[in-house]
């Protein structure tokens, strides 16, 4: 199951920083997570102070607003 980064990124750069796999890029409006590369190690998930990355399935669960 893939890690999303959701609309909650301030684009800080922590998950940038700290994924070991390069697999967290910046981008225009918010991080991304290229899944191909990505381990699902989740260091990005400790990391994040705004609580934006989550597993794919667990953010398609949560009502937008």
Do not use: H, L, R, W
Not at 2 to 27: D, F, K, L, R
Request: hydrophobic share 35%; net charge negative; aromatic share 4%.
């Amino acid at each position: 199951m893939p890690y999303i980064i959701t609309n909650e990124c301030q684009q800080c750069g922590t998950c940038v920083a700290g994924c070991e796999s390069q697999a967290v890029q910046e981008g225009p409006d918010k991080n991304s997570i290229i899944i191909t590369i990505c381990v699902e190690c989740g260091i990005c998930i400790e990391n994040c102070p705004f609580q934006a990355i989550a597993f794919e399935e667990e953010a398609a669960a949560v009502p937008s607003v």
